[in-house]
């Protein structure tokens, strides 16, 4: 099932953008682990819709109905399954393209694949909506890694080439990521973020959108943590950050600037510090090395593509009669994702970190 993500930690993610509700269960989270309600809420309403002009008007509160593997707030070690209702739909929005294809969604691809009988509205079982069960995921995942020191932040690094500043990565700091959760629009330059916002709404306006990079750290993973060659740290979070709608590309570290590298100027060179704690001068390698954590920060960054549903008349074909067509979208739709792209980013990388620590001495 395409659905369910099976390793050490597995999660099936279920429902439909305007069925009667999503979500998601989890199995193998380890016993006994506390969970704050108040806390997980709070971490879910950052995918929620903001009150700028960067996201769509359709409003879920998103509260979980936790139907088992919770008890007296702390996880039984048996399978967690939540619920999350869907209580703001407009299906007739679809009624005008059930069997056109929309210009960078699914409908044509998921339609050939399930032989036509998939649920068209709002993307059906596609839809960015099914990022909240795995929000809901990695909020767990996070509380738990917390708990062990272990803090993971993300912010936007760009909206159509309009800049953030850029996580230290040889010092990423705890302060930093707690920062940045607080608030509604999470850059670290609030006057980059202001001209962002100005930018997506200057779409908004043109009936268009736009896309944007996401920049991701981890601090404080022991190191060696992963394994390789097809069960690398990389490797799980690249799985996991995939299954997020819209998502394009993801690079560790330098990433692609390494290519244009010596390889004098791309090695980070080791050393001991004062504490006795094996560290690199630089952080080239994103804090992963043969699959491997290394012990520095993880660093990572996700490109994020202009979401597909726009306003303006687009040329397509309707693919039950194979004959060419023009289409206008109508409904509820984000100008920009990225903001709420960012804690899906972050809950698909905690969910990979304690899928891997598990396996780590004295976890």
């Keep these: 099932m395409a659905s369910l993500w099976n ?41 929620a819709p903001k009150k700028n002009k960067t996201s769509t008007p359709r409003s879920e509160k998103d509260i979980p109905q936790i139907m088992s593997g919770l008890y007296n707030n702390r996880t039984t070690g048996t399978p967690l399954c939540a619920v999350i209702p ?30 036509g009988f998939n649920d068209v509205r709002g993307g059906g079982h596609f839809s960015g909506r099914l990022t909240a069960p795995l929000v809901f995921a990695g909020a767990i995942c996070a509380q738990i890694l917390e708990r062990r020191g272990i803090y993971t932040g993300a912010h936007i690094a760009a909206i159509h080439g309009i800049k953030d500043k850029e996580f230290t990565y040889t ?17 670290i330059d609030d006057k980059a973020g202001e ?22 750290a981890s601090i404080n993973i022991p190191a060696g943590i992963g394994s390789p060659i097809f069960d690398g740290l990389e490797n799980t979070i690249s799985q996991l ?20 590298m010596l390889g004098s100027q791309n090695n980070d ?9 094996v560290l690199t001068k630089t952080n080239n ?48 739709h984000d100008p920009c994702i990225v903001p709420r792209a960012v804690p899906c980013v972050e809950s698909a990388v905690n969910l990979a970190i304690l899928n891997h620590i598990l396996d780590y001495p004295n976890f």
């Excluded at 979500?23 to 006994?32: A, C, M």
């Excluded at 010092?171 to 850059?187: A, M």
């Excluded at 908004?204 to 736009?210: E, G, I, K, V, W």
């Design 7 to 47: 390793n050490r930690i597995s999660i099936s993610i279920f429902g439909e953008s305007h069925g009667a509700g999503i979500g998601v269960v989890i199995d193998n989270l380890p016993p006994g682990e506390y969970i704050r309600m108040d806390d997980l809420q709070q971490f879910m309403s950052r995918r």
């Design 171 to 187: 010092n990423v700091t705890r302060d930093e990521i707690l920062n940045i959760r607080k608030k509604e629009f999470p850059v």
């Design 269 to 277: 060179e080791f050393y001991v510090d004062d504490h006795g704690h």
């Design 241 to 260: 950050i995939f299954g997020i709608p819209a998502v394009k590309g993801i690079e560790f570290g330098a990433g692609f600037k390494a290519a244009e």
């Design 86 to 115: 869907n209580t703001d739909t407009h299906s007739s929005d679809y009624n005008n393209v059930k069997t056109l294809a929309r210009p960078g969604h699914a409908d044509y691809t998921g339609a050939k694949r399930y032989q």
């Design 285 to 332: 390698h994103g804090g992963i090395l043969g699959g491997i954590s290394s012990g520095m920060p993880l660093v990572l960054r996700v490109a994020v593509k202009p979401t597909p549903s726009i306003s303006q008349p687009q040329k397509t074909i309707d693919y039950t009669r194979l004959s060419n067509d023009v289409i206008t979208i109508k409904g509820r």
């Design 195 to 216: 001209l962002m916002i100005k930018d997506v709404d200057k779409a908004r306006m043109a009936l268009d959108s736009l896309g944007g990079i996401i920049e991701c």
